[in-house]
């Protein structure tokens, strides 16, 4: 139909039908791509078996806690009677603080012998809805592990370039304790210029959250726009060359992933980034443009790989900083102008 609608149908009265069409095939592929993430109503989800015996990947680096060391996980398979069955579905696992579990890491693969629970609920009005935050990531179960519960394998099964990334984040953060940053001034500065919070004091985080810059200490929007900022204009020898649009925004474009690398491929960087790579292609086509489509394009390219980020409040507060800023950026500009 789709096909039919741009070949056949050109007349100007029908060109309503080409953009509805489109509409309509965006909306479908959006509920087929909800339909393969929404692992708890498929057949294979590690709590439709009756068994207490998992293998488990950690999709991240085990995070501490007051009282245990938490990680997400993906349930590679369960083991029910002899045999080894696929599963789907993510989880959450709070582990004994103890020296093995405090070397997991991103991707490494266990072996559990425990049952699940569900995510509870908030007990109190207004109370912040942990479980249903969690539910628009794909999580609704859980479990705590003593040290007798579970293996570790030898086996590493994380995606290679997320695996570096990290690995280049902890080289960075020995870098700074070679320098002599010690305590808070470490914990600060690895969240500034690495995005690292998990050395943050709670302390730490009361006082720049009370004071409205919390932000500050996630790596975000402001840091790859300075450095969008910065290189754009050490390269702009390159705009009286031929061709040297072209090439400054490919240098651009890598530099931006570069850094995202750099910081460990945390979600907001990865925003950031998606977000700057279509800015620039879109300058560097000299084409006119809307920036209104060029973030839509983003966006849409983000939800295409994980479309349950739309719920989540650092995906929406992006966007709605950015065109907040794109809109009202011109209308302040003209009253000083």
């Given at each position: ?10 007349e100007y009265?029908f ?13 479908l ?7 393969s ?13 009756n068994?207490e015996?998992f293998e ?5 680096d085990?995070?501490t806690?007051?009282n245990s ?18 599963t789907?579905?993510k ?5 004994e603080?103890d020296?093995?579990?405090s070397?997991?890491k991103y ?16 007990t ?16 609704f179960h ?6 007798d519960?579970?293996?570790k ?11 570096k990334?990290?690995?280049?984040r ?7 304790v ?12 690895s ?6 919070k998990?050395l943050?004091?709670r302390?730490?985080?009361?006082v720049y ?23 754009s204009y050490?390269l702009f020898?390159?705009d ?7 090439l400054?925004a490919?240098?651009?474009?890598l ?7 750099f ?9 950031a980034?998606?977000?700057f790579?279509f800015?620039?292609?879109g ?9 209104y489509n ?6 849409i390219?983000?939800?295409?790989i ?15 900083a950015?065109?907040?800023i794109v809109?009202?950026?011109p ?7």
């Amino acid at each position: 139909i789709f096909l039919f609608i741009v070949f056949f149908v050109k007349e100007y009265t029908f060109r309503w039908v080409f953009g509805f069409v489109s509409y309509l095939l965006f909306f479908l592929f959006g509920v087929i791509i909800i339909q393969s993430k929404h692992y708890v109503e498929k057949e294979n989800y590690f709590n439709n078996y009756n068994s207490e015996y998992f293998e488990v990947q950690l999709l991240e680096d085990v995070v501490t806690k007051p009282n245990s060391l938490k990680a997400e996980v993906k349930v590679l398979s369960v083991f029910s009677k002899e045999n080894k069955i696929k599963t789907s579905g993510k989880s959450i696992i709070y582990f004994e603080v103890d020296s093995s579990s405090s070397e997991l890491k991103y991707g490494d693969v266990i072996l559990i012998n425990s049952g699940w629970e569900q995510v509870m609920g908030p007990t109190n009005p207004a109370q912040f809805n942990y479980r249903l935050f969690l539910r628009n990531k794909g999580i609704f179960h859980q479990c705590y592990l003593t040290k007798d519960k579970w293996k570790k394998t030898n086996r590493n099964e994380g995606f290679v370039i997320k695996r570096k990334s990290l690995y280049f984040r902890e080289i960075a953060k020995d870098i700074l304790v070679r320098n002599g940053f010690r305590d808070e001034v470490l914990s600060v500065s690895s969240a500034l210029l690495l995005g690292d919070k998990n050395l943050l004091d709670r302390e730490t985080v009361l006082v720049y959250s009370s004071s409205g810059a919390m932000h500050v200490l996630a790596v975000s929007g402001l840091h790859v726009g300075i450095i969008f900022l910065a290189f754009s204009y050490f390269l702009f020898f390159l705009d009286r060359i031929k061709y040297g649009p072209y090439l400054k925004a490919i240098i651009l474009i890598l530099i931006l992933w570069s850094y995202a690398l750099f910081t460990g491929m945390s979600a907001s960087v990865l925003r950031a980034s998606t977000m700057f790579s279509f800015v620039i292609i879109g300058g560097m086509l000299k084409r006119k443009t809307n920036i209104y489509n060029t973030l839509a394009a983003s966006a849409i390219f983000l939800l295409i790989i994980d479309p349950l980020i739309i719920m989540q409040v650092g995906f929406q507060l992006s966007y709605i900083a950015v065109i907040g800023i794109v809109y009202l950026q011109p209308k302040i500009y003209k009253l000083f102008y």
